[in-house]
Antibody, heavy 124, light 107 residues
Framework: QVQLQQSGPGLVKPSETLSLTCTVSGYSISSGYYWGWIRQPPGKGLEWIGSIYRSGSTYYNPSLKSRVTISVDTSKNQFSLKLSSVTAADTAVYYC?????????????????WGQGTLVTVSS | SSELTQDPAVSVALGQTVRITCQGESLRSSYASWYQQKPGQAPVLVIYGKNNRPSGISDRFSGSSSGSTASLTITGAQAEDEADYYCNTRDSSDDRVFGGGTKLTVL
């Protein structure tokens, strides 16, 4: 069974960089799939942050692109998120997830395995 | 990136059928995936692609699509189906986008 375990601090000061890591077990990142980060502000909906492939190619939400870096370490079977210059508006539960894609007739993608979520609060 | 629009709230009587919709231009070229989220829990994938259910998801859940609208149908809604539901797809730039979510109440 694929499992994603998130780690990282739950409190970040304004203007600093939020850093989270997602460790995958039960599946090798090197085998394929994309790996993504999603966040959810308290009481609000889901927002896609970005995704990365095993090769390191990335897609970022245009609204966050200037502040986001997603990286992958296949040797540790981990991928990571860095969000710089955080403000209170970045306070949210952050999730990592495995992302599948199909580009045949009628494309689609899906997020089939999720991490447990990490509440990150931006506050001094 | 494109937007996906969902009704904020929908209700259904126990045992009845309910349809939750998601509208957006990206859905004309890409299917939606659907997620169920209960309070304090991570989302769970319930439908993806044309109408695919992951292992372990009840066959009460089904998906369909027409034009710019994707739908999630729950046939014979149960109390445990009460949750928030989100649609999700990719746009022409291959960015991913979520709908705003629909809160389903089972009466």
């Amino acid at each position: 069974q694929v499992q994603l375990q998130q780690s990282g601090p739950g409190l970040v000061k304004p203007s600093e960089t939020l850093s989270l890591t997602c460790t995958v077990s039960g599946y090798s990142i090197s085998s394929g799939y994309y790996w993504g980060w999603i966040r959810q502000p308290p009481g609000k909906g889901l927002e896609w942050i970005g995704s990365i492939y095993r090769s390191g190619s990335t897609y970022y939400n245009p609204s966050l692109k200037s502040r986001v870096t997603i990286s992958v370490d296949t040797s540790k079977n981990q991928f990571s998120l860095k969000l710089s210059s955080v403000t209170a508006a970045d306070t949210a539960v952050y999730y990592c997830a495995r992302e599948g894609k199909y580009y045949g007739s009628g494309s689609y993608y899906w997020l089939d395995f999720w991490g447990q979520g990490t509440l990150v609060t931006v506050s001094s | 990136s494109s937007e996906l629009t969902q009704d904020p709230a929908v209700s259904v009587a126990l045992g009845q059928t309910v349809r939750i919709t998601c509208q957006g231009e990206s859905l004309r070229s890409s299917y939606a995936s659907w997620y169920q989220q209960k309070p304090g829990q991570a989302p769970v994938l319930v439908i993806y692609g044309k109408n695919n259910r992951p292992s372990g998801i009840s066959d009460r859940f089904s998906g369909s699509s027409s034009g710019s609208t994707a739908s999630l149908t729950i046939t014979g809604a149960q109390a445990e189906d009460e949750a928030d539901y989100y649609c999700n797809t990719r746009d022409s730039s291959d960015d991913r986008v979520f709908g705003g979510g629909t809160k389903l109440t089972v009466l």
